[in-house]
């Protein structure tokens, strides 16, 4: 009798490992090299190893009592207290049940500047009502703020929701905070106001605690989109939210609640109260955009793609649900196309595109990739389908770049040589692992032009039926002819934006002064590599430059100046948007761009 | 052995019965003359006769299959299948339980008149996106708009979260509705917009389907708001309100319930989708309209009484739950004070006191009365806490104005005679109907000027320990002493506040040229013993009008004209209020008002 094996996949982290069904999902997990939390070591009892079954079927073992109904209704399950039934299952592990965090990159790198955000913060103390000054609550606040500023300034209906409670707790002698002639929040005196800029990535989702007065960056911190559990890619999400307005709140929802968890341990790590977060600026790709706005994404799935409203919005956290000061502005800045979002807006804003004298491309590559060319004080801009491969995803032995992630792969002497993240046991190849690893196997010779492992080298061996390389042996860690498939897809797709952008500009490759990568996948790889499999032309190092996450450097400086916001939002009005697929022998171009070298 | 007897208060009728354990609630219910619908004829199996336990316990016979967990939770459960237990019982009906609906005063008689309120409908069918035309949906139809209408408008967010589906499903051939510069609707091209205008009483809430463009109602409907569940008078309700917002939350969601059952009926009896609700003006009294908007209630509990806000409110429908379009703005005109509410400038407004030439007075009488006197072009205005006595509240057979309740008294040749609403068999007795008994008891002499009833007089005997008098011998309905004290104070609130006002202004009663009596309550009750007990002056019937729902009338006229809300907006600075309880001798006044007669 052979023992019944199951494939797990587990997400967000893109890793899948063949268990017996006498395991247990955290046997599974740790074989796997995945570290999901537990203190009680797997006896049921601690709750700490929750996960949630996404596809698949499983037998439960007693024990579990630390779970809720409305837990179990989801579908969240102990992985000590649970084995794999049937053939594949797709298992979501929740940030908080993950002992070690991705590699997130949300450093900032920010400079401080003098913030122009028209921010007064005045000491708020009116007199009291008496049966002699009968004004209501709102009047009174107002009138006493104005007398002070001396200009009118509003009151939303938000803050009025607890204004007369704050007010008397306080005993009348309060903090009041006017953002651009808002009066967003009453505070203790002593308590100061902060902003929140969070980049909302397809797979990581940044946030950055920002001092509102002296215009710098307190804190960050960064976790996996909650949404990847309903699928990789944003495709895939939208279909899930197309469903209907009850699916769509989830996908919303999934967003939201990553966000407010970063919210929390920033506002924990800080001492901050929930009130203290009074304005907040979010920029993501406009799928995850219109996602988290709640605006409809099927005419984002079809021909030609046009968003449902591409001009800033300014919405209000307590009516999005945002776990900072109901009354805060949320500010979106403005869409460039269907498929170039503000994100990307972010970045050419942070990296002063606007500006730029001289030949600039800024390329942020994620699950979707997008490019702009500056040239002659024209900018044009185009979208490449890039998907996750770079993430980890649909690679064999795939997984984001978190600690035991194989990142950089050398060959010397005929010896095959990788570095892991945090020097962990490897356990999976992330992006920049595989992208040197098919470099290394182009020099080597082992890999073909067209993108074909070469069975008459010595390193490459048969995996079951097909052409293989292993770079570990320990723990067999191998890159197949199906893997190089992959990236030569997305490779070939970002080249192909390159090229037509270059094309539709009227210039040749070397008259780009400067190539800036931009984004966390983009900081990590190695330039040399990506010139070498042809993902970019081959542009001398040293006008490559890797700027890492320069759309939340761009939402960081919309939260604190209001002039970077118009000039954010006159970008629109100078860019060209290039639809590749319409672009002429687009499928030709494709395929050129896809040979390696 | 002696049955054991449970006294039941069902609410919000308001009506009290003894009942053996023995009998169903249902059975109780129907004794004491309230129709509860029972389709099974409570054979527990048609789910018909769902009521709420609010206070006290049951004991349930099997077959409540047809209620969900959720309902159980709340306490709902199936008045045929269920049995009183202990002392005392509070027994919720809801609107849809109730067979026969309370008499509620909806009718507006208003008058047609050219609407004022800056609507505009315009077929929408702009050039469809293409890969040259990459507008965005919201760009696309705001430009196309405006060139038809050549003036600038705008989008509402809660507008764009569907309107690119509704572009779509509808070929981009619609009809949209511009209300005051804002694309408020985008409809069917068949379909047009109407209106909202709501009455939100202590007790009662009527709504008014108004068509915005030929300037009518088209249809009325009412019924009680369901925060009486939480309480009779707005008193109680602000302290459950103020335990949490939980809890006031609650209380926002009962009247919101209570509006939304009222559009659903209006809707289907007219066939309008939510989408055709474009529009809404919702007034109340200062402590209903904070509950209902979410707003801070502590304060108006605390001299010196201030409201949160009294400015006008322009909510977003989707954002406090009400169900017509979520992109709808819904009105809240502004407040006079802390317990003189938008119903109370919706009366004024109504009956167009802020042009009176004359002398006049308005009464508006509730569970709170709220008085103006305008003299000389001047405006004063007051509260008086009448409380819900005249909706039968507090009174040993008291009810509401429904079926069988006893509305019209008179004694002649030492005969009482009682007539009955829809004449139904009696079964408790209405605010008129006290009124009315009290000016004959006396008229008759059985009534002494303090408030005594004459133990000598024929028609006075003894009810238990306390003096009574008999209306109806068949179903023994009985006006106790302890009745004529509590309608004494409601009516002593009511005439000292007429007397203060007089006093403020320096007039007497033969001064005020018209007595206006607006509200539901001074539509029924006969003036002539209104006068006789002394709730009013001795004034000549013919100065006495009674105007009906003249709020609700205000409503409908600010709904359908921008300058009378205007109108209503500037009545707050012409307006001076009188704050009774500070007023010199306040205290010896009511103490004369009291007297009858």
Redo the contacts between chains.
Sequence with gaps: MTTKKTMITFEPVGLRVEADAGRTILDAAREAGIAITSVCGGGGTCGKCKVRIMRGEVREVSGADCLSHEEKAQGICLACRTRPMGDALTVYIPPESLAVRQQLQVECNHVLSAPDNDLHVVRLNPAL???ED???????VRQHVESILGREIV?P?AL??????EL?TAGWDTSAVVLRGRLTAVLPPERRPFGLAVDMGTTKVAAYLVDLQEGRVVDSEGNVNGQTAYGEDVITRMGHANESFAQAEKLRQALCDTINSLIKILGARNGLVQEQWVDAVLVGNTAIHHLF????V??LGM?????????P?V?EAG?IGLAIHPAASVYLPS?L??YVGCDHVAALTAEKLYAAGDTVMLCDIGTNTEITLRHNGQMCCCSCASGPAFEGAHIRQGMRASPGAVDHVIIRDGVIRCSSIEQAPPVGICGSGVLDALAQFLQQGMLTKPGGLDGAHDLVEMLGKERAVCLNRDAPLFITQSDVSVIQLAKGAIRAGIDILLEHAGITYQEVDRFILAGAFGTYIDPVSAATIGMIPPWPSTRVVQVGNAAGRGAVQMLLSDSTRLRALNLGDQMN?V?LT?YPKFHQKLARAMLFG
């Design positions: 009502p008496t049966l009968l004004r209501d609550d709102a009047t009174r009151l209906f009025l929701r607890n204004l007369s409670n008397r706005a709640g605006l409809p099927r005419q021909a030609p793609y046009v968003p449902a409203v591409s001009a919005l919405l009516a869409i196309a269907g948007y639809e319409a």
